[in-house]
């Protein structure tokens, strides 16, 4: 059975960094892509960033030059550090892999990011 358990979410102040995780476990085949989206209230779900197994990432307008997202292959985790917090960052935080080989997709419980001005 394929778990993702997310960890770092909490309350920061604006201008603020935090760091979330998310480690995959009970996987029997290597995940392709890894991703954290975010939902705030009454808003849609967006896709924040990116990262490939061949290590290329990808990044939400909105978070270009602030966030950045790295992954440990052998631990297969990925991690989100995000820096110059606004208050518009306030969401829960969803952690997302896929692997090509088991042709599955997975999703993360979801961590709340907190951001006051």
């Known amino acids: 059975q394929v778990q993702l358990a997310e960890s770092g979410g909490g309350l920061v102040q604006a201008g603020g960094s935090l760091g979330v995780s998310c480690a995959v476990s009970?996987?029997?085949?290597?995940?392709?892509?890894m991703s954290w989206y975010r939902q705030a209230p009454g808003k849609q779900r967006e896709l924040v960033a990116t990262i490939t197994s061949g290590g290329s990432t990808n990044y939400a307008d909105s978070v270009k030059g602030r966030f950045t997202i790295s992954r440990d292959n052998a631990k297969n985790t990925v991690y989100l550090q995000m820096n110059s917090l606004k208050p518009e960052d306030t969401a829960v935080y969803y952690c997302?892999?896929?692997?090509?080989?088991?042709?599955?997709?997975?999703w993360g419980q979801g961590t709340q990011v907190t951001v006051s001005s």
């Open positions: 009970g996987s029997k085949f290597s995940i392709n892509v």
């Open positions: 997302y892999v896929y692997s090509a080989a088991a042709f599955r997709a997975y």
